[in-house]
């Protein structure tokens, strides 16, 4: 058994899972399972949202130990299930480590949705978000082009890497900006509904879930990262909309 491979591989899949948003539980369980199955009882896992801490012991007692960061980390469950799967197999069967390599390397690239759809699927959440909210259907209308130039911008920002409590900034302000433009043109009616509907669409609902999960499990370091993160998100859109909403007002007197 080379113990090296070992972890390395075992590595590659915890990372797989917790970039793309797995709760540190499933990722620890994951990775104590393959170990277990190449017949490592010593694996020792600690894992937080931006870093995993691996250690083994080999059987003449040498300690191997690995540590990975998670520089860019997003939510896509495709990639998680698949991840999941893979996990299992590895337990069932015990394969060669080079077809788990290929596993990992064909999940990596799995397609993702196309811009346009992103676009389409921000635009409707911010047009049924805004009916459940209350505005009538001019207002969803409206939140829906709040929307889509909420994903456009994240998409343009992202392409030069931007921090992303940055980008909520920006994409907010745009959001509420274009509300309050349509406000004072007399084509929406309801800008607070305009807003917060399409603002629905930066609100981290699954950080905020995998925050109360972690701390549930007992991973509460873990979970004050993810709290915090999401404290984080919540103050770049209160603060992008504000300067919005300020601006205007001082403009228009509105």
Known sequence: MNYDDLITLTTDVGCLLLANGAEIY?????????????????????????????????????????????PVRGTNLDKVERGNDLCRRICHDRPDFRAVRRELAQIERRPVYGLLFQILAF????????????????????????GAVIKIVCHNMNRFHAN????????????????????QFNFALDTDKVIIGALMNLVPGIAITSFMRDLIAGDLMAGLIRFTESMLVATAIAIGAGIALTM?????GV
């Open 123 to 146: 635009a409707m959440v911010a047009f049924f978000f805004t009916l459940f909210y209350g505005g009538d259907f001019t207002d969803a209308y409206w939140a829906m082009f709040c």
């Open 26 to 70: 499933r990722v620890e369980e994951s990775m104590q399972r393959i170990f277990r199955a190449y017949g490592v009882e010593t694996g020792e896992i600690f894992a937080i949202p931006t870093c995993i801490n691996v250690t083994i012991t080999t059987p003449t007692g040498k300690p191997v130990t690995l540590i990975r960061r998670i």
């Open 248 to 252: 205007t007002r001082m403009i228009w």
């Open 164 to 183: 992303s409590f940055f980008v909520n900034i920006v994409a907010s302000f745009a959001a509420a900006a274009l509300a309050m433009l349509a406000a």
